[in-house]
């Protein structure tokens, strides 16, 4: 059986450096972003056809096509970059297509095509299987042996796929909460979704799914607009979002990750600092790579720790003292909770 991994995390922590270091190992399907844009439609309750599994990975995802019509795609988007035949203004640029299949290949469309005269022939199963079979698919196409799925902010995610996916291995990957939370202050996914957040705090409602006419008649005029189907982008991008709101949502995430992987068995988890990949390359590689069940190839090796940027480390440190020292104070839960558990999370070598 080919081996399953998630690497869990904040984002914003070199994760997505992280799945192109794996896309270069012969041996690793690299899934990048799967599940972020596959989403909840792609895990229904109890068995579904090929057709309708088929049609959860290729409609467009909303949230992602609003962001694309409004001017503010984000950097993780693949598809837009080099674009086929789809167009969020037009078609619709299937799940898929987004950020997945352009990671792995050069054509996307033509895997498109491909998966789609084949997955919608399948039979009814549940969708953990249809999501094994899929993985098996592609680790037949490009000759893989082992799966990797890598999404940004996918915290939230591990329990849904700890559940469906039992016999799974996690890596919770974690980056220095100043230099992360900073990141995401400056990214616009993230200010985006801080804003969604303070939309659901001041509706008073935990899914977006109980969100009334009354909520939104009742937003400030500056939030409303961030549930239509086109936005100015200028309310993400010039809004003044207080850092220190970011260093609490990445020491929420940090925590619910120590928190997730604390409960899994000692085979099925283990931890990867960015700043030991920065600084200890070879070695970390090397015990992902024997992790995920792979061989650490003495040239996937050099290749892949070429790819690191260690100019994003510190950036935190050169900001004015005190919005350093408030943004450090805003991160102390999730510094602590990693602080507790690194250690004893690690998988024996």
Known sequence: MRTLTFVIGTGRSGSTALSRMLNA???????????????????????????????????????????????????EFLYTRDPGRYSAETTGIPALSLMVLPHLT????????????????????????HHRALFDLLCGRFGRTAVVERSGYSTGWAPKL??????????????????????????????????????????????????????VRALPPDL????????????????????????????????????????????????LAYENLLDKPTEELTRLAEYIGVDPQPQWLDTASAMLDHTRRGSASRLPAAEFAELTESCAPGTNALAGRTTNARTPT
């Open 25 to 75: 190992h012969p041996d690793v399907l690299s899934l990048n972003e799967y599940m972020a844009s596959v989403g909840d439609a792609a895990f229904p309750e109890g068995k579904v056809t090929g057709e309708e599994f088929w049609q959860a990975l290729s409609r467009p995802a909303p949230h992602f096509e609003r962001m694309i019509r409004s001017g503010l795609p984000l950097p």
């Open 106 to 129: 050069d054509d996307p469309d033509g895997l498109l095509d491909d998966l789609g005269e084949t997955v919608p022939r399948w039979p009814g199963r549940t969708a953990a299987e």
């Open 162 to 215: 700890r559940e469906a996916f039992p016999d799974a291995r996690f890596v919770h990957m974690f980056r220095n909460g100043p230099d992360c939370a900073l990141s995401m202050s400056r990214h616009v996914g993230y200010r985006t979704i801080t804003l969604l957040r303070e939309i659901k705090e001041r509706a008073g409602i935990e899914s977006f799914s109980d969100l009334t006419p009354e909520h």
């Open 224 to 271: 409303a607009p961030l549930l239509d189907d086109r936005f100015d982008p200028a309310l993400v991008r010039d809004r003044d979002l207080p850092l220190r709101r970011f260093g609490a949502l990445w020491s929420e995430l940090v925590t619910d990750g120590t928190e997730f992987l604390a409960g899994l068995p000692a085979g099925q988890r283990t931890t």
